[in-house]
T-cell receptor, first 113, second 115 residues
């Protein structure tokens, strides 16, 4: 298993600003995943972050809006840029085990006013 | 492409009653299937998984699920509900066997447990 922490746990931001979310894993992993969970909704994959390469974004998500860094095998950041109220969501990072099960962080609850 | 359908966005049971949460999947190859639980204000936690071994899979907290290929189903059950089972449950399928790197999640079923 893996233990994942996220910072901040929640934030309230003004529209037009940016927020960077940090994700720390207690072991080295190849891939990290960033998800968005809008209120009352399921999880939508934003991007997959591999160490040493550009993140792979899912349809509907672009690097300019959600830049991702992956400087080493235990850490990643997701930035939500030029925020609008539609970006209000829970943002989750996760890692995948060798058995393809996912371990999730506790999430970052973002409210954009 | 893989997909997951959870029947019923809300399920309400009485404490001590059977819990049945339905999940149907679509996959062109034998799938990896998962059930996750999300308690309020927390991330998701794995309940159980199917990876082509036994078709009846036992998980944590007394939950189990049965893989039925003929019905393309992976329903989650628990014989006796407890108040602490109230949470959101997500069925998921991994596209690993078809060469992908994604896990696709269902829309979720919120379980309510009445005293």
């Amino acid at each position: 298993s893996a233990v994942i922490s996220q910072k901040p746990s929640r934030d309230i931001c003004q529209r037009g600003t940016s927020l960077t979310i940090q994700c720390q894993v207690d072991s080295q992993v190849t891939m990290m995943f960033w998800y968005r969970q809008q209120p009352g909704q399921s999880l939508t994959l934003i991007a997959t972050a591999n160490q040493g390469s550009e993140a792979t974004y899912e349809s509907g998500f672009v690097i300019d809006k959600f830049p991702i860094s992956r400087p080493n095998l235990t850490f990643s950041t997701l930035t939500v840029s030029n925020m609008s109220p539609e970006d209000s969501s829970i943002y989750l990072c996760s890692v995948e085990s060798l058995a393809y099960e996912q371990f999730f962080g506790p999430g970052t609850r973002l409210t954009v006013l | 492409a893989q997909s997951v359908t959870q029947l019923g966005s809300h399920v309400s049971v009485s404490e001590g009653a059977l819990v049945l949460l339905r999940c149907n999947y679509s996959s062109s190859v034998p799938p990896y299937l998962f059930w996750y639980v999300q308690y309020p204000n927390q991330g998701l936690q794995l309940l159980l998984k199917y990876t082509s071994a036994a078709t009846l899979v036992k998980g944590i907290n007394g939950f189990e699920a049965e893989f039925k290929k003929s019905e393309t189903s992976f329903h989650l059950t628990k014989p006796s509900a407890h108040m602490s089972d109230a949470a959101e449950y997500f069925c998921a399928v991994s596209d690993r066997r078809s060469g992908g790197f994604k896990t696709i999640f269902g829309a979720g079923t919120r379980l309510f447990v009445k005293a």
